[in-house]
Nanobody, 126 residues
Framework: QVQVAESGGGLVQAGGSLRLSCAAS????????MGWFRQALRKEREYVAA????????DYADSVQGRFAISRDNAQNTGYLQMNSLKPEDTAVYYC???????????????????WGQGTQVTVSS
């Protein structure tokens, strides 16, 4: 079973940037498609972005397209979410999730991911 741990959250002013990291351990990171999701207070969990195991397929939610960038370094067993031009509505707990790489389709569907981290809080002040 792979373990997932997010880091890099914090408090930032609107217009600022943060980079989240997703560290995988226990199994080879390149076996997995990686996704980022977020959940704001009193809202449903929301898809943010995903990247295939090789990085050749990337997908973003419309709400973050052009502002966020997902990437991964399989040699370091780490994935990233670079968040730029942050807005107050980006405030949420951000989760990294993994699923077997042969499940590269249905990237936005959280039910297809079977390994989740504990989340990291991102707060954007206006």
């Amino acid at each position: 079973q792979v373990q997932v741990a997010e880091s890099g959250g914090g408090l930032v002013q609107a217009g600022g940037s943060l980079r989240l990291s997703c560290a995988a351990s226990g199994r080879t990171f390149s076996l997995y498609t990686m996704g980022w999701f977020r959940q704001a207070l009193r809202k449903e969990r929301e898809y943010v972005a995903a990247i295939s195991w090789s990085g050749d397929r990337i997908d973003y939610a419309d709400s973050v397209q052009g502002r966020f960038a997902i990437s991964r370094d399989n040699a370091q067993n780490t994935g990233y979410l670079q968040m730029n031009s942050l807005k107050p509505e980006d405030t949420a707990v951000y989760y990294c999730a993994l699923k077997p790489r042969f499940l590269a389709s249905d990237m936005p569907d959280p039910t297809t991911y079977n390994s989740w981290g504990q989340g990291t809080q991102v707060t954007v002040s206006s």
